[in-house]
Antibody, heavy 121, light 110 residues
């Protein structure tokens, strides 16, 4: 079964940091670009970040650039998102997703169930 | 404010056809592929269409996509109650060097 499983969400204070992880199984993880998409409560989808299959190139949405860092470990089939300087507006469900190709992060074919991040004092 | 523009809601009777539009610019839809997602309440998004009109395996041909210039359309024919969901368009934006989504369209089956 093809699966992505996120972990690491929780409650954090404004200005704090958090690390999200995503484990892939049932497909050849190293063949696909990977990314993170978030959704604030009651709102639409927000593209956060993506990384190519080999980890050589990463991309960030304007609202997180300079604060979030994406990385991957193909030997462990794991994707990570380091989030720093968190703001209240970063509160959202964070989804891990696999792109439709090695360098393709414009469309995501496989999605996890999400991990909830709440930024509040 | 979403980069891609979608109508907030559309509705149609069961068995009918509904069309959802997505409008962008030359930096996204005009020069890049469009994808479409379905999000049922309380679940993760699901890819319906990629590369403007391709369907992943398992997606019924009731769902079809098209693109013209800086706009794209998702058509759903033979509307069913199970199609009630939020639908999002997405694309790459070369000006932002990032992906972008539309604000979402809620489909209601009358």
């Amino acid at each position: 079964e093809v699966k992505l499983l996120e972990s690491g969400g929780g409650l954090v204070q404004p200005g704090g940091s958090l690390r999200l992880s995503c484990g892939g199984s049932g497909f050849t993880f190293r063949y696909y670009a990977m990314g993170w998409v978030r959704q604030a409560p009651g709102k639409g989808l927000d593209w956060v970040s993506a990384i190519t299959n080999d980890g050589a190139t990463s991309y960030y949405g304007a609202s997180v650039k300079g604060r979030f860092t994406i990385s991957r470990d193909n030997s462990e089939n794991t994707l990570t998102l380091h989030m720093a300087s968190l703001r209240v507006e970063d509160t959202a469900m964070y989804y891990c997703a696999a792109g439709v190709g090695a360098t393709r992060s414009d469309a995501f074919d496989i999605w996890g169930q999400g991990t909830l991040v709440t930024v509040s004092s | 404010q979403a980069v891609l523009t979608q109508a907030p809601s559309v509705s149609a009777a069961a068995g009918q056809k509904v069309s959802i539009s997505c409008s962008g610019s030359s930096s996204n839809i005009g020069n890049h592929f469009v994808s479409w997602y379905q999000q049922l309440p309380g679940t993760a998004p699901k890819l319906l269409i990629y590369d403007n009109k391709k369907r992943p395996s398992g997606i019924p041909n009731r769902f079809s996509g098209s693109k013209s210039g800086t706009s794209a359309t998702l058509d759903i024919t033979g509307l069913q109650s199970g199609d009630e969901a939020d639908y999002y368009c997405g694309a790459w934006d070369s000006s932002l060097s990032a992906g972008v989504f539309g604000g979402g369209t809620k489909v209601t089956v009358l």
